[in-house]
C-alpha cells in the first residue's frame, strides 16, 4: 500500500459511518474524498458531471475500449454485467442500492482493483468523489 493510500484509509476511518446503510451514507463517503481532494488541492469541489465522465471514459485495455460503464452498464441505477464472465453486478446507485458505499473498506478496495485494471494505478480521491457524487444523482 502507499503512503497516500495509508492516509486515506486512516482518514476514512476516523469518520464514524452511521449503521444503517443508506444514501447518507454513500453522501458521505463522497465528502470524506472531497475533504481529501481538498487537502491535495484546496481549490478542488466534487462534480457530477466530471463524475459522469470518468465513468464513461473509455481506455484501451488488452486491446478492447473499457471503461467503468462497460461492467456497471450505461445507468449506474441498472444492475451491472461482467464484461468478461457474464455475471450479473448489483446496482452501484445508492438510490436503488442503499448499500452502496457503506463500508469504505469494500468500496476502497474495489477503487483500487478497478482503476488499476483500467489505468494502471489507483484512482485519486478527486476521480472517486466525483464517481460518487454522479452516481448520486443517478436513479
Ligand atoms: C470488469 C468489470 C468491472 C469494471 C470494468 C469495473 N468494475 Fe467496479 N465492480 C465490479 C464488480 C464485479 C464489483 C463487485 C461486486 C459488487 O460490489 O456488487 C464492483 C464493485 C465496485 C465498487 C464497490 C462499491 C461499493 O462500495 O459497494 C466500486 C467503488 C467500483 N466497482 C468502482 C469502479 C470504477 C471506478 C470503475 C472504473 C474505473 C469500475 N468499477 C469498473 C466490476 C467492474
Known sequence: MN???AVLIALLASVS??????V????????????FA??????????????RAFYTKKVVVNGKDVSCSSCH???????????VTGNP???????????????INKSEKNFTN???DLYGKNCSPQDKGD????LLTTK
Open 3 to 5: 503512503k497516500l493510500s
Open 17 to 22: 459511518l452511521s449503521a444503517h446503510a443508506d
Open 24 to 35: 447518507i451514507t454513500a453522501q458521505q463517503a463522497a465528502n470524506d474524498y472531497g475533504v
Open 38 to 51: 481538498k487537502r491535495l488541492n484546496p481549490n478542488s469541489t466534487l462534480s457530477a458531471d466530471a463524475g
Open 73 to 83: 452498464t450505461d445507468n449506474p441505477a441498472n444492475t451491472g454485467k461482467h464484461n
Open 89 to 103: 453486478i448489483k446496482p452501484m446507485a445508492p438510490s436503488v442500492n442503499p448499500q452502496r458505499f457503506s463500508d
Open 114 to 116: 478497478h482503476c488499476k
Open 131 to 134: 464517481f460518487v457524487t454522479y
